[in-house]
Nanobody, 120 residues
Framework: QVELGESGGGLVQAGGSLRLSCAASGNIFRINTMGWYRQAPGKQRELVATITSGGSTNYLGSVKGRFTISRDNAKNTVYLQMNGLKPEDTAVYYC??????????????WGQGTQVTVSS
């Protein structure tokens, strides 16, 4: 059994910052790519940022230069530092990880989601 636990969402004014964290726990052999997605009301879920096990990153165009994804492999944790937040960043943010468990089964896992609300 593998679980992803998220924290760090909340309400912030435009221009403010938040840091999201997501820790993986359970029957883990190796974690490959980790990432953050978001879903605003009435919209499809979209990829915000990903980071490979080697540290290569990829960002949604609208967050480049404002958001930074990082990971601590020793802690099985991925972070999303969000600066210069805008009202259009308001969404539920979900952590995702591609994990190989100790039975060598690979699967995608999702966190429960954390609400980020940016007021204007």
């Amino acid at each position: 059994q593998v679980e992803l636990g998220e924290s760090g969402g909340g309400l912030v004014q435009a221009g403010g910052s938040l840091r999201l964290s997501c820790a993986a726990s359970g029957n883990i052999f190796r974690i490959n790519t980790m990432g953050w997605y978001r879903q605003a009301p009435g919209k499809q879920r979209e990829l915000v940022a990903t980071i490979t096990s080697g540290g290569s990153t990829n960002y949604l165009g609208s967050v480049k230069g404002r958001f930074t994804i990082s990971r601590d492999n020793a802690k099985n944790t991925v972070y999303l530092q969000m600066n210069g937040l805008k009202p259009e960043d308001t969404a539920v943010y979900y952590c995702n990880a591609r994990i190989l468990d100790r039975l060598l089964r690979s699967d995608d896992y999702w966190g429960q989601g954390t609400q980020v609300t940016v007021s204007s």
